[in-house]
């Protein structure tokens, strides 16, 4: 019987995000955006669509790396007085 080998990764490579979802207003590393559609992904990062917020500019595509910085926007609601 052989004994078994464990080898660790030299360098663990990143999975892509997948808490990313289409409809989604985040901060990307700073920059406000909301996520239209998925374009491409790998095991090192993913590919949105995205149009920003708060500014007129134009629909571009942006890379996702999980080293990005990402926040959500939260809507705040108030109670009717």
Same mark, same amino acid.
């Given at each position: ?31 406000? $955006?909301?996520? +239209?559609?998925?374009? =491409?992904? *790998? @095991? %090192?990062? #993913?590919?949105?669509? $995205?149009?920003? +917020?708060?500014?007129? =500019?134009? *629909? @571009? %595509?942006? #890379? ?12 705040? @609601?108030?109670?009717?007085?």
């Amino acid at each position: 019987m052989k004994p078994s080998m464990i080898r660790l990764a030299a360098s663990p490579t990143p999975t892509p995000r997948t808490h990313l979802e289409i409809g989604n207003q985040i901060f990307h590393n700073g920059a406000p $955006v909301q996520l +239209l559609y998925r374009v =491409a992904h *790998d @095991r %090192n990062r #993913e590919t949105w669509h $995205v149009r920003p +917020l708060f500014v007129e =500019a134009p *629909d @571009r %595509n942006e #890379e996702f790396h999980p080293s990005d910085r990402i926040s959500y926007l939260h809507t705040i @609601r108030t109670r009717a007085a």
